[in-house]
């Protein structure tokens, strides 16, 4: 264990509170993900211990400007529901990293490129805890100009289905962005391409019952048959 981390651990030790906001608010923003990444693991450890590591890491996070290099971190169902907590404090679903992106970005990207958004959850924080600022990240575009939900449809390349509680959110949150942005056509063809070419390397047929397909239909208001015809033409 590094020296740094070390230091907090015994502050941790100690339960002094001031001590341990000590230790975070000097700490450089590599140790402070450390720190972070500490109190994420020991909170999994057990239900008993997830609730008291979930609060600390919210003071900390609400008092020092967030970690950029943890919006990148944050990209599964786990790392959310332990940080949300702290990223409804300041805004911090907002914040952006050097790629512009947002904690929504990543989570849309999974794991790997592989991982299932836990998208009704997100669509469950939006409806009765952080309306304002989660539709605000949603529609938040990253250096390519990617939204979130864009972001899912042109690189994330799980196209297993979903369940339907799962396939109604992601209905919910486009129309979330449709009526809060309005739907930008211009990855449309680049969305459609990466789909086209997802199906082939896995050798899955682009018919109208697959999950993704529909969802790119909607997002744009297409007929899905349409949709169809359109990539067989690419």
Avoid at 3 to 11: D, M, N
Avoid at 80 to 85: E, G, K, S, V
Wanted: proline letters at 5%.
């Amino acid at each position: 264990m590094k020296p740094h981390l070390q230091q907090f651990v015994s502050a941790l030790s100690s339960g002094n509170i001031e001590q341990i906001m000590a230790q975070y608010v000097e700490a450089d923003e590599a140790q402070k993900l450390g720190q972070l990444a500490f109190l994420y693991t020991q909170g999994q450890k057990s239900p008993e211990a997830f609730e008291p590591y979930q609060q600390l890491a919210t003071k900390l996070l609400a008092a020092s400007p967030m970690p950029k290099s943890l919006i990148g971190k944050i990209n599964n169902a786990a790392l959310l529901t332990f940080f949300t907590p702290a990223l409804q404090c300041n805004w911090h679903f907002n914040v952006v990293d050097s790629h512009q992106r947002n904690v929504l970005h990543y989570l849309m990207l999974g794991a790997d490129g592989q991982g299932t958004p836990p998208f009704n959850y997100l669509r469950s924080l939006m409806l009765f805890e952080s309306n304002e600022m989660l539709q605000q990240a949603l529609v938040q575009k990253d250096e390519d100009g990617f939204t979130p939900l864009e972001l899912y449809f042109y690189s994330n390349e799980n196209l297993a289905p979903l369940p339907n509680h799962e396939f109604t959110a992601v209905l919910a949150l486009i129309e979330f962005q449709s009526n809060n942005e309005g739907i930008d056509t211009r990855h449309y063809h680049h969305i459609l391409s990466a789909l086209t070419e997802l199906c082939l390397n896995k050798r899955i047929a682009m018919k109208n019952d697959l999950q993704r397909l529909q969802f790119v239909a909607y997002f744009y208001g297409e007929n899905v048959d349409v949709l169809i015809d359109k990539a067989r033409a690419l």
